[in-house]
């Protein structure tokens, strides 16, 4: 029997009854909307969507860019997980207020290159970049910089509102290079970079443009631990209004803040709670106005060779020429250089209209190097000057040093340095205050000459058997000559406006700026 084939009416289901083609899901946090897939998915473009493996082996150069760009075109985000390698530099020209990001959920860019991200803005109203939750390895030459916003680009003047926060950078070169940045915020950054004395944290720039400057702003930097390289910061160009807090940055070949280059504009510049080892100093700022530098903490490196013209602070500059270094604050910092002998003053203000106040030296030298240097060099006038020193404290160093043509209009009180007698360094002073041979105390700064006369503006009490030598003593028969070494007792050692014959025997001894000096402090005839 021949089959046959009976056709079969195919059965017809309601429309409701597919499944919809987007799918909705609602967060479960309370008060959420539902939202569907493709709406949530178009929060971040993943950077795999773009064939990005983020194996740690292959080369994901191209996945990021082409993610950054439609990331752009549509004013979203990036991400990625995992480790990727990017081994050319990714370009990204912002072009809508919604700006760029870049997530990296505690995920790896692995660099050949070091130049990684390079922002800029194509007009105005470009929005804010901002990169965080990732680390950058660097894994070949220490040149670049890993992550650079450009605001000087396009005409544009500056790149508004930019963030980098919670990143690792390991070996790197320049680790942030903020161009013409205005209200950048740096935060919580962690970077090693040993294998070279020129890579810097971050670069701070002003560039000029066609004659036309354009200054990187309000910048804030917290938070960031640094160790290595040559600065934890740098400024130079047109730069106003940098804040510098709750910092560390060990181990910098040269100083953890620097002015580089000429022509610098720079003012309003705030370092404080941190602590800051280089070893060229701390901080080094010769065109600046408007600094506060407070609460931080200064020490040479262990890592590299002692200098003699170490500092923790130097501002302005010792050549002078250009605008005097005003209106700057010194306070409550402490320095803590090695004990060297030939070194310069721990602190060196070059300038006029200051506060220096509340700073501790400790153990410079037993060798009377002076512990601060105050230079009014290339002031105009009385409009200024008026430095005011108070409150300091130097343990085991030179005097308080005041020079310049305008040295007299400066207002000193309290401030207290401790010399021991001859060269002799006592390192267990603070446990040992019976060995202290003669230590002397300047109620006021002095100037290098030791001329002027120095006065105790209230009592000051001494324990322990401390000998004090009063500034400007005078002596009879005091030879005029003053050979290196020479010792001479004289028996009629008197203070100021003391009649001859009512002073007491002492040692004199001619140090090696051929000036007589009786327990730590200088005479005359």
């Keep these: 029997m021949v089959g046959v084939a009976h056709a079969q009416t195919p059965t017809t289901l309601p429309a409701s009854s597919y499944p919809s083609p987007v799918i909705s899901e609602t967060s479960p946090a309370t008060g959420a909307a539902a939202r569907t897939n ?33 990331a752009i075109a549509r004013g979203e985000g990036v991400q990625f997980y995992g480790h990727c390698v990017v081994n050319s530099q990714v370009n990204a020209v912002v072009n809508s207020p919604a700006g760029f990001s870049v997530y990296g959920h505690g995920g790896e860019l692995i660099t050949h290159a070091n130049n990684l991200f390079y922002v800029t803005k194509s007009q105005v109203a ?31 003047g500056s790149s508004q509102n930019d963030r980098v926060e919670d990143i690792d950078f390991y070996n790197t070169g320049t680790a942030i290079n903020a161009i013409a940045t205005s209200n950048l ?19 701070l720039t002003g560039p000029t443009v ?8 309000n910048s804030t930097v917290s938070n960031w631990y640094n160790v290595g390289g040559q600065s934890l910061m740098t400024v130079s160009g047109g730069v106003q209004g940098v804040t510098l807090s709750q910092s560390r940055s060990l181990d910098n070949a040269g100083w953890s803040v620097q002015e580089v280059g000429t022509g610098v504009n720079f003012e309003g510049v705030n370092v404080v709670n941190s602590y800051l080892e280089g070893a060229s100093g701390g901080i080094q700022i010769p065109d600046a106005h408007g600094i506060v530098v407070h609460g931080d903490s200064f020490d040479t490196s262990p890592q590299y060779p002692y200098k003699p013209s170490w500092g923790a602070i130097e501002l302005g500059s010792p050549a002078g020429g250009g605008d005097p270094v005003v209106g700057n604050v010194v306070s409550d910092n402490s320095m803590s250089p090695h004990d060297q002998a030939g070194m310069s003053a721990s602190l060196r203000y070059y300038g006029g209209q200051g506060i220096i106040t509340g700073n501790v030296v400790l153990g410079v030298t037993g060798n009377a190097v002076d512990c601060m240097l105050i230079d009014t060099i290339n002031l105009t006038g009385s409009q200024d000057n008026y430095i005011t020193l108070s409150d300091n404290t130097c343990w085991d160093a030179g005097k308080i040093d005041v020079q310049g043509s305008l040295a007299s209009t400066v207002q000193a009180s309290n401030d207290i340095s ?68 020479t010792q001479v007792f004289v028996t009629d050692g008197r203070n100021t406006g003391e009649a001859a014959g009512a002073g007491s025997g002492v040692e004199a001894y001619c140090t090696n700026n051929q000036k007589w000096f009786a327990n730590g402090s200088p005479v005359q005839n």
């Design 185 to 203: 915020i740096v935060d919580h950054i962690n970077s090693q970079i040993f294998g070279s004395t020129s890579a810097v944290g971050i670069a």
């Design 126 to 156: 470009g929005g804010p970049s901002r990169f965080s939750g990732f680390r950058i390895t660097n894994v070949g030459a220490q040149t670049g910089a890993a992550i650079t916003i450009d605001g000087s680009q396009n005409g544009v």
């Design 210 to 217: 066609n004659g036309t400057t354009y200054y990187s702003t």
């Design 418 to 485: 401790t010399v021991y007698n001859g060269t002799q360094y006592v390192p267990s002073y603070f446990d040992n205050h019976d060995h202290i041979a003669a230590a002397t105390v300047y109620a006021n700064a002095i100037t290098s000459n030791g001329s002027g006369t120095i006065q105790f503006d209230q009592p000051v009490n001494f324990n322990f058997g401390t000998q004090v030598a009063f500034i400007n003593m005078k002596m009879s028969a005091l030879p005029s000559s003053c050979t290196v070494g």
């Design 38 to 70: 493709r709406d949530k998915m178009g929060d971040l473009l993943d950077v795999r969507d773009f064939n990005a493996k983020c194996d740690g082996t292959t080369d994901d150069s191209g996945a990021f860019q082409a993610a950054t760009t439609a």
